[in-house]
């Protein structure tokens, strides 16, 4: 029998005056998830988040934890614990009187503390730091007993607003890791807040994207990756190319598609035909350069701009009618240039499994 979701939205709305946050949605959270609620500022995300810790009242709906409704339960008696983007460290305690501190608050044992702080501390690596101030600390070490002050109440859930956002690029992708590795050993359900995709993509084991307080499409990091529900999830989800096309018919799980610059061609499809506005979504790392063979569809192009990032480099490719194209080439040699150069002409191709018909 499958285990009902933790986290229970039902038909959640929040507004601010004559500003909709949020509008009516429905979504489940599994239980023991890492759960990502992604999109750019102002889609929500946030609000809902709030909402969950009871920090924002609802408009309308209902939230429901582990099944009970939280609509009469005060912030403090909820079974969650959260980590603030700031960290929210108090800069005049020690690192273990930071860690107990809630403990202390609801009146805990003394003996009890110091054990469960100790435990904390060796859970998110800083054992033997407890008598150290914020400010002897790294931002990563610091970010690290903001993670043990929530988990030392032992909550069911733990909700993480945008919390590497403050660290530089080397410290985030350690923490990424850091934060993966303490969901899977603790086994309780996680739900962040980013706008970061990549740290979506790399941390979460469910995502749900939103978009002018909507959820537009929920998935594992690979579905909405390969497959996104629509242009807007496609586009927000990596880089994406992006052509017009027309559908000329579905048959035999093949759409008949005419693309300006490349012709009819026909993609895998499942269900019935897409209605109104359709593009076909080619990822860089699929679109290649050169002339293709069976199974491929070719277009031509002229280089504008190579941009070098190191382990790989993108060119920005014009196509005969204007439309711009990115191809991600991998630098696998050491060689000085890429045998590439602006206002080159090329050839591009890719797989027609690898192209997506996106409606919207």
Known sequence: MT?????????IAKSFGDTVAVEP????????????????SGCGKT???????????????????????????????????MVFQSYAVFPHMSV??????????????????????????????????????????????????????????????????????????????????????LQHEVGITFLMVTHDQEEAL???TDIAVMHEGRVLQVASPRELYEHPACRRVADFIGSMNLLPARLRGVADGRAQVEVEEIGAIALPWQGAAPQGELSLGVRPEKLQLGDGGPGTA?????????????????????????????VLVGNVTRRADSGFEPHQLCRLHFALEDAMLLPG
């Open 3 to 11: 285990r009902p979701p933790i986290i229970r939205f039902e038909s």
């Open 25 to 40: 949605l429905d979504l489940d959270i599994p239980r023991n998830a890492f759960f990502a609620l992604l999109g750019p």
């Open 47 to 81: 609000t809902l988040l709030r909402m969950l810790a009871g920090f924002e009242t609802p408009s309308a709906g209902r939230i429901l934890i582990d099944g009970e409704d939280m609509a009469r339960v005060p912030p403090n008696r909820r079974p969650v614990n």
């Open 96 to 181: 273990a009187q930071n860690v107990g501190y809630g403990l202390m608050v609801t009146g805990t044992p003394k003996p009890e503390i110091a054990g469960r702080v100790e435990e904390a501390l060796a859970m998110v690596r800083l054992g033997g730091l407890g008598r150290r101030r914020p400010d002897q600390l790294s931002g990563g070490q610091r970010q690290r007993v903001a993670l043990a002050r929530a988990l030392v109440k032992r909550p069911k859930l733990l909700l993480l607003d945008e919390p590497l956002s403050a660290l530089d690029r080397k410290l985030r992708e350690d923490m990424q890791l850091e934060l993966v590795r």
């Open 202 to 204: 790399s941390m979460a």
């Open 298 to 326: 070719t277009l031509e192009g002229r280089i504008e701009q190579i941009a070098y990032f190191g382990d790989y480099s993108h060119l920005f490719v014009r196509s005969p009618a204007g439309q711009r194209l990115t």
